[in-house]
């Protein structure tokens, strides 16, 4: 039987379209090995600026040496330190110490900073009783003394007397809030003089709180 010779023309394109595919094959991995355009499209979203700066202050700002992590501990207590001096001097709810937050212990402070108390004049009238008591006369000496008992007892009526007053506007005013500490809290301030109690005082003599 007569042979059908196979056309050249096939055996030839089906060998130039195997070599094309190959080098193409190559050719993307080539490419995917390069460096991209930085005017082709990349492929992702564009992250917005704020975001950018977000991430670049917060890289900057992470501490890279233990040195740099101690300084860093060393500043962000000072800023704390000089904000709860301030809030000691306004009032700032949001920085005080924590023995002093709260509206119960605010309202403590103004009901004590409202009044005159016997305790907050203790400092200067104990110096006054001491000189006495040093002079070398027995009249002024039993002044002295008397004077010691006198102050003692003023102190500690007026304390009560305040203790009471406090505990029952606190009940009215607080009745669901946490109150422990709080009239020891009051009774420790009066003992300070005005001008140096902290935080300041935020209201006048005879202002209701």
């Known amino acids: 039987m007569p ?3 196979v056309p050249l023309g096939f055996v030839f394109r089906s060998r130039a379209k195997s070599e094309k595919e190959a080098v193409a094959e190559k050719a993307s991995v080539t490419d995917s090995k390069q460096t991209r355009d930085p005017q082709a499209p990349k492929g992702r979203p564009t992250p917005k600026r704020s975001e950018s700066q977000s991430q670049r202050r917060s890289v900057a700002n992470t501490p ?3 040195k740099e992590a101690a300084k860093r501990s060393r500043d962000e207590r000072r ?5 709860q001096r301030q809030a000691l001097a306004t009032g700032d709810e949001r920085y005080l110490p924590a023995r002093d937050k709260g509206p119960v212990r605010r309202f403590a402070r103004d009901y004590v900073d409202s009044r ?4 907050e004049f203790f400092l200067p009238l104990a110096v006054l009783i001491l000189v006495l008591s040093m002079v070398r006369v027995p009249a002024l000496q039993n002044i002295a003394l008397l004077m010691w008992l006198f102050v003692i007892i003023l102190i500690v009526v007026d304390s009560v ?3 009471i007053r406090l505990k029952k506007q606190l009940n009215v005013r607080y009745p669901d809030q946490n109150k422990k500490g709080v009239v020891a809290y009051a009774l420790m301030r009066t003992l300070q003089m005005r001008r140096l109690r902290l935080p ?10």
């Open 3 to 5: 042979r059908h010779p």
């Open 161 to 163: 007397g305040l203790a």
């Open 116 to 119: 005159f108390h016997i305790a």
């Open 79 to 83: 800023a704390a330190l000089e904000k």
């Open 64 to 66: 890279t040496t233990r």
């Open 200 to 209: 300041k005082p935020q209201v006048k003599r005879g202002e209701r709180p």
